[in-house]
C-alpha cells in the first residue's frame, strides 16, 4: 500500500511538479523572522510590488518583520548577498517610489514592509512622539488625542494608512499653513557607507547604548529614563515655516528639493533605512471656523491671499482651493471616499481601500473583467445615494468657478469675518462668503479630499477612452499673480478632464489630467513640464521622487550622500525617460 504525503513536497511530486531551492538569502530571512513572514510567490508578493497607481516589477522577496532587530539583521543580509532594498510602509502608491518600476534592475529586489511594527511612544508630555517605522498617522492622530495634541498632518493620505515615517522622508506638505513640510532632525537610521558597510545612526537625542541590536530592542520597547532624553522644543501651535510662507517673493515656499528641507530621513526618499522618527506634536485646535469663499476669476483668490500673508493677523490654520472642474468630479467620483469617512471613519476607508485594490487585482486576473471592476461597483453603488453635499455649497458652485476652505482659530473668527466683509465689500470684488456650521466644515473638508481620488476613479472608469493619468504636484513661485493654469488649445484638446485643487496660501497645487486614447501620455507630459518650469515653479511639491520626475543634480546629490552604495532603491533618482516621465 502506498502512503500519500500530506505535506507540499509530497503533493508537488505527486503533480509531477518540481521546487526550486530557496536561495541562501531567502534561507536566512526564514531564519530571521520565519517562513510566514517571508513571502516570495508571485501571488504574494503582487501587493506590495506593485502600487494602486504605478510599479509592478518582480522581486526576490517581501519581508514582514515584526521587529525593528529583524530589520536590521534583515538589511545586514541583504547587503551580504548584493541585493537592492527597498524599504515600504503604506505603499500608497503616489508616485512609485515604494516598489520596482518596469527598468532593468543590474541586482535582484528585495522589500522589507515595516507595517508590523507600529509601536509609537509618547515623550516630553506629548509634545513630541517617537514613531517606529510602520506606524501610521491616523494612529498617531489617535495616541495624542487624550492629551489634546495633534500630528503634523491630519487629514489627507492620513485616510490612506500612510506612515509617520513615509511622510518624512517625502517631506509631505499636509493642509497646514503654519506647519510646512513634515520635517525632523531626530531619527534612527541605518545606511551602507563607502566601503559597503552597514552602519546604525541613532540621532534620536534618545541615549540607548553602543550595540546596534541593544539598541533596537531597547527603542521598541520603550526602554530608556526621562533623563536619557533630549528637552523637547518650545511648545508652539506652528513652526518657522509659518514665516517662511508670508514671503511674497519669486520662488516657491516648499518643494522636494529646497535644502531647508532636506537632512538625513527628511527627505531620504527611501534611500535610507529609517527605523524611527522623533517628530513635534502640537496643540489641538480647539472650537476652529470654517469660512467657505467663493469667488468669480482667479486674481480676487491671489489678492485675497496676499491680503491675509501680508496682515498682522495670525495665519489661518489651512486654505485649501478647488476649482469647479475638481468640485464636480469629486461630487461624481469622490463620493464614497466622502461617504465612508464621514460616516466610518479613517479606519474603516482604509480597509475599504484595500478591499477595492484586493478585488481589482483578483478579477483582473479573470477573462472578460478588467482591472477596475471593484471601482464600477462601488461607482454605481454610492452613486444610488441621495445628494451628500450642503445645499450652500451646491449653491456656490453654481454661483462661483473657485472655492476657498479658510479654517481659523476660534479666536480669529470675528476678525476673519470683518476682514473678508470689508475685502469682499469693495466694488470690483466678484466673490463672498459664509461661516460653515459643524457639518458644512467636515463636508467641505471631506469633499475636498475627495478631489484626490476622483481623477483616478474616471480615468479606472473610461480606460478604454482614454491613455493614462497625467499629474502634478506643484511649488509655485509665491509671487506668481497668474497661478492658474491656461493650458494651450494644442494641449488641452488632447485631455478629457482637467482637475486643480491644493493648498492655496503655500501656492502649492495638484493639477490631475486624463489623456485621451491615442494621446503619447510620456511626450505630453514633457511638454506640460516644460511650461511648468518656464513659469519658476518647481515640481514635485511634495510627493518626492519615485519615478514621476526627472531628479534635479542638487536631489541626485542628497541621495547619493544618503546611498553612496545604491543599495536601497536605484529605481529613484534614475533620469530614464519612462520612470521618471511615465
Excluded at 410 to 421: D, P, V
Amino acid at each position: 500500500m502506498t502512503t500519500v504525503r500530506n505535506d507540499r513536497i509530497g503533493i508537488d511530486t505527486m503533480l509531477g511538479r518540481t521546487r526550486q531551492k530557496p536561495s541562501p538569502a531567502v534561507t536566512a530571512f526564514i531564519d530571521i523572522m520565519g517562513r510566514r513572514h517571508v513571502l516570495t510567490s508571485s501571488r504574494a508578493t503582487e501587493p506590495y510590488a506593485k502600487g494602486n497607481r504605478f510599479g509592478g516589477g518582480s522581486v526576490l522577496a517581501v519581508l514582514k518583520p515584526g521587529s525593528l532587530v529583524d530589520m536590521w539583521r534583515s538589511l545586514q543580509v541583504c547587503v551580504d548577498h548584493d541585493l537592492i532594498v527597498i524599504p515600504q510602509s503604506a505603499n500608497t502608491g503616489l508616485t512609485g517610489g515604494s516598489g520596482p518600476g518596469d527598468q532593468d534592475y543590474d541586482r535582484e529586489i528585495v522589500i522589507i514592509s515595516t507595517l508590523r511594527i507600529n509601536q509609537i511612544h509618547l515623550i516630553n508630555d506629548a509634545r513630541e512622539a517617537l514613531c517606529l517605522a510602520g506606524s501610521t498617522l491616523y494612529e498617531l492622530e489617535d495616541a495624542l488625542a487624550p492629551h489634546e495634541r495633534e500630528p503634523h498632518s491630519v487629514i489627507g493620505s492620513s485616510s490612506i494608512g500612510a506612515s509617520v515615517v513615509g511622510g518624512i522622508a517625502n517631506n509631505s506638505g499636509g493642509s497646514q499653513i503654519r506647519k510646512g513640510p513634515a520635517f525632523t532632525k531626530h531619527a534612527i537610521f541605518a545606511r551602507v557607507n563607502e566601503t559597503g558597510k552597514v552602519e546604525l545612526v541613532n540621532h534620536l537625542g534618545i541615549s540607548l547604548g553602543s550595540d546596534p541590536a541593544h539598541i533596537l530592542d531597547r527603542l521598541q520597547r520603550g526602554d530608556w529614563s526621562e533623563e536619557d532624553v533630549t528637552p523637547a522644543p518650545e511648545d508652539s501651535a506652528d513652526t518657522e515655516y509659518s514665516e517662511h510662507v508670508r514671503e511674497i517673493v519669486d520662488s516657491p515656499a516648499r518643494y522636494n528639493a529646497n535644502p531647508k528641507f532636506l537632512f538625513e530621513a527628511s527627505g531620504s526618499a527611501g534611500k535610507l533605512m529609517v527605523f524611527a522618527v522623533r517628530t513635534r506634536t502640537f496643540p489641538k485646535q480647539k472650537d476652529t471656523t470654517t469660512f467657505y469663499v467663493g469667488t468669480g476669476g482667479p486674481a480676487e483668490l491671489e489678492a485675497l491671499r496676499r491680503a491675509i500673508l501680508t496682515s498682522d493677523m495670525p495665519l489661518p490654520i489651512s486654505g485649501e482651493y478647488m476649482g469647479r472642474p475638481a468640485f464636480d468630479l469629486a461630487a461624481k467620483y469622490g463620493k464614497d471616499t466622502f461617504v465612508s469617512v464621514k460616516h466610518a471613519g479613517s479606519r474603516e476607508q482604509i480597509k475599504l481601500f484595500a478591499l477595492k485594490n484586493w478585488a481589482n487585482g483578483v478579477f483582473a486576473k479573470l477573462p472578460f473583467f478588467g482591472q477596475t471592476v471593484a471601482d464600477s461597483i462601488a461607482q454605481g453603488a454610492f452613486s444610488l445615494l441621495p445628494q451628500q453635499l450642503p445645499d450652500r455649497m451646491l449653491e456656490y458652485r453654481d454661483r462661483f468657478e473657485h472655492h476657498l476652505l479658510l479654517v481659523v482659530s476660534g479666536s480669529q473668527k470675528q476678525e476673519t469675518e470683518e476682514f473678508l466683509r470689508t475685502f469682499f465689500a469693495e466694488a470690483a470684488r466678484d466673490g463672498d462668503f459664509f461661516i460653515c456650521t459643524a457639518d458644512e466644515a467636515q463636508s467641505a473638508m471631506l469633499h475636498r479630499f475627495g478631489a484626490a481620488s476622483a481623477a483616478t476613479r474616471y480615468y479606472n472608469l473610461n480606460r478604454e477612452d482614454s491613455s493614462d493619468m497625467i499629474t502634478f504636484d506643484v511649488a509655485l513661485r509665491r509671487d506668481e499673480d497668474d497661478w492658474l493654469e491656461v493650458l494651450p488649445e494644442e494641449i488641452s484638446a488632447q485631455l478629457h478632464i482637467s482637475s486643480y485643487y491644493g493648498h492655496f496660501f503655500c501656492h502649492v497645487l495638484h493639477q490631475d489630467h486624463v489623456a485621451k486614447k491615442g494621446v503619447d501620455p510620456v511626450a505630453l507630459k514633457k511638454q506640460m513640464m516644460e511650461l511648468l518650469e518656464a513659469r519658476g515653479a518647481a515640481v514635485p511639491a511634495e510627493h518626492n521622487y519615485g519615478r514621476l520626475y526627472r531628479v534635479p543634480p542638487e536631489m541626485e546629490a542628497h541621495f547619493k550622500e544618503l546611498d553612496p552604495c545604491n543599495v536601497f532603491n536605484p529605481g529613484v533618482g534614475e533620469t530614464s525617460p519612462r520612470e521618471n516621465w511615465a
